[in-house]
């Protein structure tokens, strides 16, 4: 090994945002404080997400093994996906919910059912219906991540419209609706002290604390 390479120690650098190694020595110490901070607080954010996460998965396999506990009073086995839950402690004090939550998404069809509400926009009297145009503007409209909302599409077929053309479109939009995944859910409340139907959800959710 040579002396020049002896002398090189990668510890003796910090990699900047383009990826450039820097001399510490070169670097202020504001910013070697604010590297450790963000790091620490990164790091230690990190772990606790591993904690949630194994906290998640475990407690859902000990409600289904409870579900499956429940069931084999009445001889019934259980098998698959588990749906929605509601479990409480015996004084009734605390409650855990289990929800499927299913993905949707629309094929192909949408942009057929697209088509024929913007005939239906054309043979329409111009001028008339101004507030269901923008209703169907903003229903299409997509977000910053370029994905379309599936609730506004829906709701579209709410609208009391009769023309035979919307008609078939609103069938459209329902024959393009397709199932693209589910995820489940864990909720934990808590009774609000001296209520009766009244929850506190014990949030989970950093933002939320």
Not at 62 to 88: C, H, P, W
Not at 100 to 110: G, H, S
Not at 161 to 180: C, G, K, N, Y
Request: proline fraction near 0%; aromatic fraction near 8%.
């Amino acid at each position: 090994m040579s002396e020049e390479q002896a002398a090189f120690s990668i510890d003796d650098y910090m990699a900047d945002a383009q990826g450039r190694l820097v001399h510490k020595d070169h670097v202020e110490e504001i910013d070697k404080c604010r590297d450790e901070l963000v790091r620490h607080i990164v790091h230690n954010a990190l772990s606790v997400q591993q904690r949630l996460i194994d906290f998640k998965e475990n407690s859902m396999s000990q409600i289904e093994q409870f579900v499956e506990l429940s069931a084999m009073d009445y001889d019934v086995q259980i098998g698959g996906r588990k749906g929605n839950i509601t479990l409480y402690s015996y004084d009734g004090r605390y409650k855990l919910q289990v929800a499927i939550a299913e993905y949707l998404v629309f094929d192909e069809r949408l942009q057929v059912a697209k088509k024929m509400i913007d005939d239906c926009l054309t043979n329409w009297t111009e001028g008339s219906r101004s507030e269901v145009k923008t209703i169907i503007q903003d229903a299409f409209s997509v977000n910053q991540e370029g994905k379309i909302n599936t609730r506004r599409i829906l709701s579209l077929r709410k609208l009391a419209i009769e023309d035979p053309m919307w008609r078939r479109a609103m069938d459209a939009i329902s024959d393009s609706l397709q199932v693209a995944g589910s995820k489940q859910y864990l909720r934990i409340y808590e009774r609000v002290e001296g209520a009766k139907d009244a929850w506190k959800h014990v949030s989970l959710d950093m933002a939320a604390i």
